[in-house]
């Protein structure tokens, strides 16, 4: 009965991860729809507009509470490093494939990885170290450095990728203060105001179809962080993660039959790689919380 129960939860997970899933592969489809018809900043200063509407059930009360100056610092932090990485995101998807945008991403959790051992004191193991090393071949397998002429939307995704890994960062330490939905929140609010020069600078006029579709990629980017908090609360991320895969699947089929890009399988090779040793890193880890949890022989005899 047991084992009925935690598969049980495994196949909730597992289905909150696949709608997880389809929420950022939709995200991605509509910003791609959108062929850069507005500037990186100002699309991205709409879709936020709108992403911070939802949110503010959650933002006042945490506003008329108030924060310390070192809270307000890190939101301040987490606003700028979030500024940067959905300006370059949104110009790498009106550069490249919606494939190598997805594949490229992979290396968030990659980021943040190396950035907890080097800023945060968290040890990296033997066994991390070279997961992390075989993730960064598959980013050279999808990017190819060398053997292609790299587009600015390259370069551009994987200074998004790095940028939204240094955000995680800041994040995990403001949520050691504050609720995940204040994080969430405030971070809406500081990259609203952080994009809202830079749209002024580029803005051109919006038709109602394209403002339209930004709040759809709102509401689906809304979605999706929902889903995904749902599945890693029913499953361990060792069951989640794998799943993850798919949706380079999904975006590779998007890009041939909506959009008529080329089947590129080297991206799918290189991003199954990157996802192989992004779920061995989070198997290791689950297993050293395990291990941590397990109390030694004869510790619970009287």
């Avoid at 009106?94 to 490229?104: D, F, G, K, L, P």
């Avoid at 949520?175 to 994009?195: N, Y």
């Amino acid at each position: 009965m047991q084992m009925d129960r935690e598969t049980s939860r495994d196949l909730v997970g597992i289905g909150w991860m696949l709608l997880t899933g389809l929420c950022f592969v939709a995200v991605n489809g509509i910003v791609r729809g959108l062929d850069g018809a507005l500037p990186a900043p100002q699309a991205a200063f709409i879709r936020f507009l709108f992403g911070l509407a939802f949110l503010v059930p959650v933002l006042l009360p945490a506003l008329r509470k108030g924060f310390s100056r070192s809270l307000w610092a890190g939101f301040a932090v987490r606003g700028i490093l979030h500024v940067i990485a959905v300006t370059a995101w949104f110009y790498a998807m009106s550069r490249i494939t919606v494939a190598e945008v997805t594949a490229i991403g992979f290396l968030n959790p990659i980021v943040v990885t190396v950035g907890a051992a080097l800023f945060l004191g968290e040890k990296l193991a033997l066994r991390r170290i070279a997961a992390i090393c075989v993730a960064l071949f598959g980013a050279l397998i999808v990017l190819r450095p060398g053997l292609r002429v790299l587009d600015p939307g390259h370069l551009s995704q994987v200074g998004a990728a790095l940028a939204f890994g240094a955000s995680y960062l800041v994040a995990k330490q403001l949520s050691t203060h504050v609720s995940a939905a204040v994080v969430v929140a405030m971070m809406s609010l500081s990259v609203a105001i952080g994009l809202a020069p830079l749209a002024y600078i580029v803005w051109v006029p919006p038709s109602l179809t394209q403002i339209g579709w930004l709040g759809l990629v709102a509401v689906f980017a809304t979605l999706g962080h929902y889903t995904m908090t749902r599945a890693f609360a029913a499953a361990p991320l060792t069951v989640t993660q794998p799943v993850t895969f798919l949706q380079l699947i999904w975006a590779s089929m998007l890009g041939v039959f909506v959009f008529h890009e080329p089947l590129d399988g080297w991206v799918i090779l290189g991003g199954g790689i990157m996802i192989a040793s992004i779920t061995y890193i989070t198997w290791r880890e689950a297993q050293k919380r395990a291990q941590l949890k397990t109390p030694p022989v004869g510790a619970t005899k009287a």
